[in-house]
T-cell receptor, first 112, second 111 residues
């Protein structure tokens, strides 16, 4: 298996632009997680899905953030409009049971 | 304060030395997961501990879970440059099928 796939690996955008991050989980994994990592706040859980259904989105910072999982093999995290404080590394992870998680390589987002 | 604290925050050791990283939870631990992260990369799963007193080893890395103390330790014997990176603990504290992650410990191994 190729592991969790994320795209793009790097994204540089200007404030106010829409940003879409993509994730393909490991086939057969029922859980998908979106995290954000910064030096100041460490690794934060934004939202997670089970069988394509959002279970806990309490970590989503604001209405500017939204996540979807239209099918078992694809998920998106969208930021609209983006702000400089959204600059971070965004990770997607998938899991069979929600606990032993396999992480993607991350998307490094820079908002100017 | 953080739900999951790691100590130390950073560590520099000479190659060949032993070291220990601690992870302490403010909540009951139902499982503890150790990950390693190299700069610019995703987290790599190392070990999973689910029972009080459980101890697991992989190569030169040993992890233990002290359920009563709500704490886990990660011990590296005879450290090597390949051990350098950020170590994170993730805890199952019974809040659903998810993990809460610690603040991370950055390890540097000097030649």
């Amino acid at each position: 298996d190729a592991g969790v796939i994320q795209s793009p690996r790097h994204e540089v955008t200007e404030m106010g632009q829409e940003v879409t991050l993509r994730c393909k989980p490991i086939s057969g994994h029922d859980y998908l997680f979106w995290y954000r990592q910064t030096m100041m706040r460490g690794l934060e859980l934004l939202i997670y899905f089970n069988n394509n259904v959002p279970i806990d989105d309490s970590g989503m910072p604001e209405d500017r953030f939204s996540a979807k999982m239209p099918n078992a093999s694809f998920s998106t995290l969208k930021i609209q409009p983006s702000e400089p404080r959204d600059s971070a590394v965004y990770f997607c992870a998938s899991s069979l049971d929600g606990r032993k998680q396999f992480f993607g390589p991350g998307t490094r987002l820079t908002v100017l | 304060s953080q739900e999951l604290e790691q100590s130390p925050q950073s560590l520099i050791v000479q190659e060949g030395k032993n070291l220990t990283i601690n992870c302490t939870s403010s909540k009951t631990l139902y499982g503890l997961y150790w990950y390693k992260q190299k700069y610019g990369e995703g987290l790599i799963f190392l070990m999973m501990l689910q029972k009080g007193g459980e101890e697991k080893s992989h190569e030169k890395i040993t992890a233990k879970l002290d359920e009563k103390k709500q704490q886990s330790s990660l011990h590296i014997t005879a450290s090597q440059p390949s051990h350098a990176g950020i170590y994170l603990c993730g805890a199952d504290t019974g809040g659903g099928n998810k993990l809460t992650f610690g603040t991370g410990t950055q390890l540097k191994v000097e030649l």
